[in-house]
């Protein structure tokens, strides 16, 4: 079910924990899942070894999954029209991040009814992995 | 990148869903999605990104036959020679949705080149971004999804804090 405009205003904010201690094993199935099985997610050896970090770390498309995940619980299935992201900070196996959505505007377009949402996802130790912006379309 | 043929699977859609860890029956239970407003199942947000499991070019998925730069016997199957210490990352990525995928869909994927542009990081050298529009249309030529992408080629490894 959609969201309506009538119990929303602007400032009102949605929070999940999307990810506790992320697994390498989730990163894997990530990887499975999206077709990008670049070895910086995926193989240890070859991330410490030859790249040059200290352990394998998330893909940025998982971020925004996991961000999505929030996004969709919140505003309904299907009613998304825009969702973009920037990737501010690298995401780590054992990481926890809690994905949060405000709502920046409420508007029509065409006798339709929108929410525009600022996002932001943080880690354990509050800092921004994620920021981006969303749109979806709303009940009256 | 041009991929001529992306269908869209219901079991696809479950383990994609999985994997970002979303456990709304939308994604996997078509009778309880005929109960809702879509009316059947639909794509996770993110989905059309596996769009990569179908471009026959794709770089970063191993290549039957072919050399692998991941770990085997020694920590990378192929010797270094274009990289130069720098990893390329996904800076950015943008959706405008027309509609939501679905099962059944066979999606065509068409990219062209947006802007290119350079900065010089803190932590990681010389950054190159580079921007990638890609139409997602549907078997009856209707634009499903447009997304736009920004990759970034760092000179060295992200130092850590």
Same mark, same amino acid.
């Given at each position: 079910m959609a969201l309506s405009a009538r119990q929303l205003k602007v400032g009102d904010t949605h929070s999940e924990q999307v990810v506790d201690n992320l697994t390498r094993t989730q990163i894997v199935q990530y990887a499975g899942a999206s077709g990008d099985y670049n070895p910086i997610h995926t193989d240890e050896v070859y991330t410490t070894q030859v790249a040059g970090y200290p352990s394998v770390f998330a893909h940025g498309m998982l971020t925004m999954g996991l961000t999505g995940t929030m996004l969709t619980n919140y505003v309904?299935?299907?009613?998304?029209t825009k969702f973009g992201v920037r990737f501010t900070k690298q995401v780590w196996p054992g990481d926890t991040l809690t994905a949060n959505a405000t709502v920046e505007a409420i508007r029509e377009e065409g006798g339709q009814r929108f929410v525009d949402l600022q996002l932001s996802t943080v880690n354990q130790n509050g800092e921004e992995v994620l920021s981006g912006y969303a749109s979806a379309r709303i009940d009256p | 990148m041009a991929i001529e043929k992306f269908p869209v699977e219901a079991g696809h859609i479950m383990l994609f869903a999985r994997a970002v860890g979303d456990g709304n029956p939308? !994604? !996997?239970d078509e009778a309880y999605a005929r109960t809702k407003e879509p009316g059947s199942i639909i794509a996770p947000p993110?989905?059309?990104?596996? @769009?990569a499991q179908f471009d026959p070019d794709y770089r970063l998925r191993p290549k039957i036959g072919q050399p692998w730069f991941? @770990? %085997?016997?020694?920590?990378?199957g192929v010797p270094p @020679? @274009? %990289? %130069?210490g720098g990893t390329g990352l996904h800076a950015e990525q943008h959706y405008e949705y027309h509609r939501h995928p679905k099962p059944g869909d066979v999606l065509t994927a068409t990219s062209r080149p947006g802007q290119t542009w350079e900065r010089q990081g803190r932590r990681s050298g010389k950054l190159i971004f580079t921007e990638t529009i890609t139409e997602y249309r549907d078997q009856h030529g209707e634009l499903v999804v447009t997304a736009r992408g920004v990759g970034v080629r760092t000179e060295r490894p992200v130092e850590q804090s």
């Open positions: 309904g299935d299907g009613c998304l | 939308i !994604y !996997y993110t989905f059309v990104q596996a @769009s991941g @770990s %085997g016997k020694e920590p990378t @020679s @274009s %990289g %130069g």
